[in-house]
């Protein structure tokens, strides 16, 4: 008799569970460990308003992950992940706080809840263990004699190659998916949301937002930094060119809107 599979409950990083984009903490950590230039950070924070501002497209992940290969090609791989408290110091203050509690909820009715992101495997890992998560998804780099190519090393997680990397953690794992979640705020995690049985669209641009409408899933939509960035966002790239670290000494120390109390979606 087989034992019995369990559910699981997998979450997107940015502008799902973080306001915005973990990147731009990467950023500012490559700065100060003398890895990117200033005027390099301000083409990654460019990228990122535009993130911010549209949400996750090809042509956006495709030009941000290229910039940072190029970036981390032939670096010491400890390097990168003496970065990452910085990282996380930037990042664990934008935590949405309602999804941290929905993913509580999830792990106390004994769902095992993860990470899936296109960012470093490095930086799921790490913020997975400091949230008391069970794991993380993220994009693994390839190490040559202890220095990065700048080449993934497994399936990059982005599209089809996240849902790949859930099946992979899943069959591992024994986790039945048709009985677990999903959470994303973006169109290019339509393969993972499809993939499960409960999927869930949290702060989703306007291509999910019609499509989670269609399908009847659950909607949450508590991002109002991002509304205000839509109206200021020509003035705010602008300003980028001459106050970089200024803007992310500002975003790193302000918290994540509070926003509405949201029930938990599957307890009505």
């Not at 470093?120 to 780099?141: K, N, R």
């Amino acid at each position: 008799m087989e034992p019995a599979k369990q559910a699981a409950a997998f979450f997107d990083l940015d502008r799902t569970l973080v306001a915005g984009s973990s990147g731009i903490y990467w950023a500012r950590a490559a700065v100060d460990a003398g890895i990117v230039s200033r005027r390099q950070m301000v083409r990654l924070l460019g990228a990122n308003l535009k993130f911010r501002l549209r949400g996750s497209t090809d042509e956006s992940t495709d030009a941000i992950r290229e910039r940072l290969s190029e970036l981390v090609a032939g670096r010491d791989a400890m390097e990168l992940r003496r970065m990452m408290p910085e990282v996380l110091a930037g990042v664990l203050p934008r935590l949405y706080p309602q999804m941290l509690e929905i993913a509580y909820d999830h792990q106390d009715a004994g769902r095992k809840v993860y990470i899936a992101t296109a960012s470093s495997q490095i930086v799921a890992e790490m913020l997975s263990d400091v949230l008391g998560f069970d794991g993380g998804i993220g994009a693994v780099p390839e190490i040559v004699d202890g220095r990065m190519t700048g080449r993934d090393s497994d399936v990059f997680p982005y599209r089809e190659g996240k849902a790949q990397r859930i099946i992979e953690l899943a069959e591992r794992e024994g986790i039945d998916l048709a009985a677990s979640y999903a959470y994303s705020d973006s169109e290019s995690d339509l393969p993972m949301l499809r993939l499960v049985g409960h999927a869930v669209a949290v702060n989703p641009d306007g291509e999910l937002e019609a499509i989670a409408a269609e399908e009847g899933w659950e909607l949450m939509r508590f991002d109002q930094l991002g509304r205000k960035l839509m109206a200021l966002g020509a003035l705010a790239l602008m300003g980028l060119v001459g106050t970089a670290g200024r803007t992310v000494v500002v975003r790193r120390s302000a918290a994540p809107p509070a926003g509405p109390r949201l029930r938990t979606p599957w307890r009505r």
